[in-house]
């Protein structure tokens, strides 16, 4: 049926919020970071200098560094506990529902909440350390957190916990679908476990590949909490993220247009990861009679 | 039936070894927050954070609820977590009130560009909120919203609009085409349709949308953080402050019965109900 004017009345409130909150501050911060704008804003355009300061900042530098260290493994990690636990699961196992819920709480939780049980868990003056020391284990040392070459590591243990349940999900969603048929013919066979999964299922789990890929990627974009309840960027600004990096010049050093041009730099990166994506969603959709 | 011999049962062992062992250090991080957040200060700093209680004391948490300097004054965590519920209610609310109606029309009526609107939705929901915190913190201002809760319940109704509609999009896109058509043979208005028909037939989405947007809310921390002051914290940035405020005697028991407050309404809804928050991540995530 045609739209009447009281559906275009209902939806068009929020596709002029959508227009303005979404793609009209892209376009104001992207133009903010052409212009010389430090705490106050001006609207003079001032050619790319913002961008040429940008990339000859060692803090922006040291950001995208970490950021490349983090999303690898974070994205790695996630994705092969992920899979292992949505394997191990799928395996008819007795209290599946009970295993699943506990792999998959973390994700209900603030990273505010996770990050500072994480602080105190890796402090070596009170957490695992201290614990491996009690249980007879004197050699153990665990002081990554106060270590400016391996606090982000810290952050990739905390956000692999956190997330790695929501990957299983996906990928047992996955191993659901996937044709029983074809899989039984592989075991009459005679085909060994793995050699089915190798061969026969994982194969058949593209989607949730994919899937898992896209989200994990922009997610590890957007970091930010985690970090700032469990290193807040520390030891000095060691284990800063490009959001850390925006946060701070833009609202604490006062160097607006250098935080307008980080955060336009954040958006390409997830551009590039996420529009593929939706690309694929949509095509052959948003045609409903 | 197959023998019971050493080689079928083994592979099963090792699973729920394997399974088992996991499954701890999963529940470690909640085990750990839950009973520091019960010993005394000395016992803590003196050994073994593993090590179950040898003395419980409810003071931590009495401390973190009514006591602990949070903002200007020692008022504990109580104030902000009303923040969280004053700010997620109404946030929650309207923004499934909305996405119904979005989900609806999309759903239901032919548009020009429906195509375009729809993909722009959904890159929405991915954006990094960085690219929108300076020109917002400037709206909220002109708006005389700045550093308050209205204004943070209006930045969440904004940005989750994108999810909302999107669950109510794919769930009625999915509707019996016959039930539609035969109510507008029946004389259905735009309305009547909407009120009679679809809303009494999507109880489950509503509760997806619901504890979706709740969640999301409630575990907020950067838009708490930009637009809020003192006396609109939300409770994740009130906790922020309380654990790595630099200054003083760090109670670690205080901070973990904070924490265990500010994740609880969260985590109760996921063991109430999980299977619900389990299809908003994956309608959240894997069908845009």
Request: with cysteine; net charge positive; charged share 10%.
């Amino acid at each position: 049926m045609k739209a009447p004017l009281i559906a275009k009345a209902v939806l068009s409130p929020s596709v002029l919020l959508i227009a303005v909150c979404v793609y009209g501050y892209i376009a104001f911060t992207g133009w903010l970071s052409f212009t010389a704008s430090t705490m106050m804003t001006t609207l003079t355009y001032s050619g790319p200098e913002a961008y040429v300061r940008l990339m000859g900042l060692n803090n922006w530098i040291l950001s995208v560094k970490n950021l490349g260290i983090f999303a690898t493994l974070y994205i790695v990690g996630c994705g092969i506990l992920g899979l292992l636990l949505a394997v191990l699961i799928d395996q008819k196992i007795r209290a599946e529902s009970a295993f699943r819920s506990i792999f998959l709480y973390p994700m209900a939780l603030s990273f505010i909440v996770t990050g500072t049980a994480w602080k105190w868990l890796m402090d070596p003056s009170i957490g695992l350390e201290r614990s491996m020391h009690a249980i007879g284990w004197d050699s153990f040392a665990f002081g990554w957190v106060k270590d400016s070459d391996l606090a982000i590591y810290c952050i990739v243990i905390a956000a692999v916990w956190q997330t790695s349940g929501f990957v299983m999900a996906l990928f047992l969603a996955g191993l659901r679908g996937v044709d029983a048929e074809v899989v039984n013919a592989a075991r009459l066979d005679g085909a060994r476990p793995w050699r089915i999964y190798q061969r026969v299922i994982f194969p058949q789990l593209g989607a949730s590949f994919i899937s898992a890929f896209v989200i994990l990627a922009h997610m590890s974009i957007k970091s930010y909490d985690l970090v700032i309840a469990l290193t807040n960027g520390g030891p000095g600004r060691a284990s800063w993220l490009p959001s850390l990096f925006m946060y701070q010049y833009t609202f604490t050093r006062n160097e607006m247009a250098v935080g307008a041009a980080s955060a336009v730099l954040m958006l390409i990166a997830i551009a590039i990861v996420v529009i593929p994506y939706i690309l694929r969603e949509t095509r052959g959709e948003g045609r409903h009679v | 039936m197959s023998e019971r011999t050493f080689a079928t049962v083994w592979p099963r062992v090792l699973l729920y070894t394997l399974l088992v062992f996991f499954a701890l250090l999963f529940a470690m991080p909640l085990y750990v927050m839950l009973v520091n957040s019960v010993k005394p200060l000395d016992e803590i700093r003196a050994g073994d954070m593993m090590a179950w209680p040898h003395e419980l004391t409810f003071q931590p948490w009495h401390d973190a609820w009514s006591l602990a300097q949070i903002g200007v004054q020692a008022t504990g965590l109580k104030p902000y977590f009303i923040n969280s519920f004053l700010m997620a209610i109404p946030g929650v609310a309207i923004s499934t009130a909305i996405g119904a109606l979005n989900g609806y029309v999309l759903t239901q009526f032919r548009f020009r560009g429906a195509h375009v609107v729809f993909a722009l939705l959904m890159f929405s929901v991915f954006i990094p909120f960085q690219i929108v915190l300076i020109p917002m913190a400037r709206t909220l201002g002109i708006l005389h919203l700045a550093g308050t809760v209205p204004g943070l319940v209006l930045v969440h109704v904004v940005y989750g609009i994108g999810f909302t509609t999107l669950f109510f999009r794919n769930y009625y896109a999915a509707f019996p085409g016959e039930l539609v058509r035969s109510a507008r043979m029946d004389g259905a208005g735009f309305w009547r349709l909407f009120w009679r028909l679809l809303l009494p037939n999507s109880g489950p989405i509503i509760v997806v949308s619901i504890i979706w947007q709740f969640t999301n809310i409630w575990n907020d921390f950067l838009f708490g953080a930009s637009f809020s002051d003192y006396s609109s914290f939300p409770i994740t940035v009130a906790l922020n402050n309380l654990v790595n405020s630099s200054t003083g005697v760090k109670e670690y028991n205080v901070h973990f019965a904070a924490a265990f407050i500010a994740g609880a309404p969260t985590l109760a809804v996921y063991i109430l109900s999980g299977k619900y928050f389990v299809r908003g991540l994956m309608a959240g995530s894997v069908k845009g």
